[in-house]
T-cell receptor, first 111, second 113 residues
Framework: TQLLEQSPQFLSIQEGENLTVYCNSS?????LQWYRQEPGEGPVLLVTVVTGGEVKKLKRLTFQFGDARKDSSLHITAAQTGDTGLYLC???????????FGAGTTVTVRA | GAVVSQHPSWVICKSGTSVKIECRSLDFQATTMFWYRQFPKQSLMLMATSNEGSKATYEQGVEKDKFLINHASLTLSTLTVTSAHPEDSSFYIC?????????FGQGTRLTVV
């Protein structure tokens, strides 16, 4: 099981600002998933990236997968208070489907 | 998307008692479910893999006699925290796999007093 490092750990921004969250590993990811979790709820899958250099967009969210498949980023444009939550990256094992999560980034968007 | 339901959403119990948490896949069958534990402001830590019709497999450091898992049907897995103590207080979350995608329950907040 490889270690997924997320940064920053906490992020507090004003509504309308942009933010970026990073997920890195010393090993190559088979694929990488990003989740968002609200307080008192389970995580919800946002996106899965598989191919090196891949870029996926989900409304104001842009996900990038590094060319070497060792890093990924989540960029939110013009953040809204509804974007507040814990953002988690995770790698899913290809043989037993276990998920290994990063430590998470707590994002707070202030009105 | 698929729906996974946990019950109860929160529970408060006295130290020394046991608590059962249910995880149900409402619209699909799941031969495999996973149980996680999450402390405040922290990430999810996998506790065990629940396998329908067979014994659960536990992650290193997780006491199988403390956290009993039963996956008796294709839509239900239960986690029983036995002889609970205050240090067992946490947020417990289950997930079920459908077509290689994980769907999470809403979690159960356990507080042991």
């Amino acid at each position: 099981t490889q270690l997924l490092e997320q940064s920053p750990q906490f992020l507090s921004i004003q509504e309308g600002e942009n933010l970026t969250v990073y997920c890195n590993s010393s090993s190559v990811f088979s694929s990488l998933q990003w989740y968002r979790q609200e307080p008192g709820e389970g995580p919800v899958l946002l996106v899965t990236v598989v191919t090196g250099g891949e870029v996926k967009k989900l409304k104001r969210l842009t996900f990038q997968f590094g060319d070497a498949r060792k890093d990924s980023s989540l960029h939110i444009t013009a953040a809204q208070t509804g974007d507040t939550g814990l953002y988690l990256c995770a790698e899913q094992s290809t043989n037993d489907y276990k998920l290994s999560f990063g430590a998470g980034t707590t994002v707070t968007v202030r009105a | 998307g698929a729906v996974v339901s946990q019950h109860p959403s929160w529970v408060i119990c006295k130290s020394g008692t046991s608590v059962k948490i249910e995880c149900r896949s409402l619209d699909f069958q799941a031969t495999t479910m996973f149980w996680y534990r999450q402390f405040p402001k922290q990430s999810l830590m996998l506790m065990a893999t629940s396998n329908e019709g067979s014994k659960a497999t536990y992650e290193q450091g997780v006491e199988k006699d403390k956290f009993l898992i039963n996956h008796a049907s294709l839509t239900l897995s239960t986690l029983t925290v036995t002889s609970a103590h205050p240090e067992d207080s946490s947020f417990y979350i289950c997930s079920a796999e459908r077509n290689t995608e994980a769907f999470f329950g809403q979690g159960t907040r356990l507080t042991v007093v």
